[in-house]
């Protein structure tokens, strides 16, 4: 989906540095998702926002993972102390309502590449 | 825990042919069911959704669901060098309408 927006693309790290990766949904959509690809791994689900809200973080790590999305602004996924392990593809998606059952789907970002170190 | 087995491939057909992907998943309430494409170094992209048992095409593409079997598959006749790519299946989660499971997807090579 062209209109979620993701920078930056591609980010390198070294480890013990922080990433912050930048998510602006489609306008007007005030529901998040986060997603991460491992290199070998399938899509893992991380954690889902609205604005000002967590809804649900069950995927994301206890540690150094945090994300948030402001009444202002793209949403932020924030990764403390970066490890070698961290080097992932991260995937926001964004709809306008809660997704339901049938009917509704996530369409992803381009993804940001992160390298770590 | 709940998964989304995929064969991981290589999938290699001749150019025009049918190609043939298979998913299984453990979830019994899951309702959802989609085949994303995802070409190397891209982000995944959807390319079929289907939640009632039976067939849905979409032009070259036919997605097939059984309940009773916990199995979705994908279809794509007269396969083009261009649908080399992986194939992702994914299956909501039992009661969470918004949390996908991917498999880890089928590696598709059309040969020329």
């Known amino acids: 989906n062209a209109g979620v927006m993701q920078n930056p693309r591609h980010l390198v790290r070294r480890r013990g540095q922080e990433a912050r990766l930048r998510c602006s949904p489609v306008?007007?959509?005030?529901?998040v998702y986060w997603y991460r690809q491992l290199p070998e791994e399938g899509l893992k689900f991380m954690v889902y926002?609205?604005?000002?809200?967590?809804?649900?973080e069950s995927g994301m790590p206890k540690e150094r993972f945090s994300a948030e999305f402001p009444k202002e602004g793209p949403s932020i996924l924030r990764i403390q102390q970066v490890v070698r392990g961290d080097s992932a593809a991260y995937f926001c998606?964004?709809?306008?309502?809660?997704?339901?059952?049938?009917?509704?789907?996530?369409?992803f970002g381009e993804g940001s590449w992160l390298t770590v170190v | 825990q709940k998964e989304v087995e995929q064969n991981s491939g290589p999938l290699s057909v001749p150019e025009g042919a049918i190609a043939s992907l298979n998913c299984t998943y453990s979830?019994?309430?899951?309702?959802?069911f989609f085949w994303y494409r995802q070409y190397s170094g891209k982000s995944p992209e959807l390319i079929m959704s289907?939640?009632?048992?039976g067939d849905k095409e979409d032009g070259r593409f036919t997605a097939q669901l059984n309940k009773a079997s916990q199995y979705v598959s994908l279809l794509i006749r007269d396969s083009q060098p261009s649908d080399s790519a992986t194939y992702l299946c994914a299956v909501n989660s039992g009661g969470s309408n918004y949390k996908l499971t991917f498999g880890k997807g089928t590696l598709l090579t059309v040969n020329p």
């Open positions: 289907i939640y009632s048992n």
């Open positions: 926002l609205q604005k000002e809200n967590i809804i649900d």
């Open positions: 306008k007007g959509h005030s529901h």
């Open positions: 979830d019994r309430v899951s309702q959802s």
């Open positions: 998606a964004s709809s306008p309502v809660q997704l339901a059952n049938s009917g509704n789907t996530i369409y």
